[in-house]
């Protein structure tokens, strides 16, 4: 979900906080709790401490409470809290950090792949690490996009890459050398061996390892 989807839904909860209804209360409390635990799990993750210390204040909220009503209330305040949190954080522009945070490990490990593949000095080796470093580099460009440009959908990479350059995120000289390594990106996942050695794919993984380094921390 994009950051202004996340922040609208996040706003439309805040306001059902402000609403009573005296004749069902379990029914927007229970609207409440679900709709803040999806945007939690969406913007930190669903294993992540914030997600379980949260499930963990509703679990207790019903050892300290009696009645419906005030435990609904109980629930609500706390769903409340957590979603003016989430509000701040999404309008201060952490969900895009937390995203590249994520890909990072993601790409990664694709990377690592990518160079046991590669050690060997097999020409069969040479190609499947090829494969990974062309796959890494062309999801490193498009969640550069998404995250820091704002692109939508799955444009041409080349057009991508000219959105990243006007919004100022590359720049020369590291803009020419991703802009060169379309071909490289081309060529493995086409399967154009012969215009791929052991040095284009070090090259290539090196290049995507510094994307990651500078602006997926």
């Not at 490289?184 to 994307?211: C, M, P």
Request: hydrophobic share 45%; aromatic share 6%.
């Amino acid at each position: 979900m994009q950051p202004h989807a996340l922040l609208s839904r996040v706003r439309e909860l805040l306001a059902k906080t402000e609403k009573a209804d005296p004749h069902s209360p379990g029914v927007l409390s229970n609207e409440l709790l679900q709709g803040t635990v999806s945007l939690m799990v969406s913007l930190y993750g669903e294993k992540s401490e914030r997600v379980e210390a949260f499930n963990r204040s509703i679990d207790r909220a019903g050892d300290f409470t009696y009645g419906i009503h005030t435990h609904d209330d109980a629930v609500k305040s706390l769903c409340q809290g957590a979603l003016l949190n989430l509000r701040a954080e999404l309008e201060g522009g952490l969900l895009g950090s937390l995203q590249l945070s994520f890909a990072a490990s993601e790409l990664s490990d694709f990377l690592q792949l990518a160079k046991l593949a590669l050690d060997p000095g097999t020409d069969g080796g040479k190609n499947v690490a090829a494969v990974l470093t062309a796959a890494a580099f062309e999801d490193t460009i498009r969640r550069m996009g998404e995250t820091l440009a704002g692109v939508q959908g799955r444009p041409d990479l080349e057009w991508i890459i000219g959105t990243l350059k006007t919004a100022g995120v590359l720049k020369a000289p590291l803009l020419g050398q991703v802009l060169a390594h379309l071909k490289f990106r081309n060529y493995a996942l086409h399967a154009d061996w012969l215009d791929i050695d052991k040095v284009s794919v070090e090259t290539a993984w090196q290049l995507v390892q510094g994307l990651l380094l500078q602006y997926f921390q």
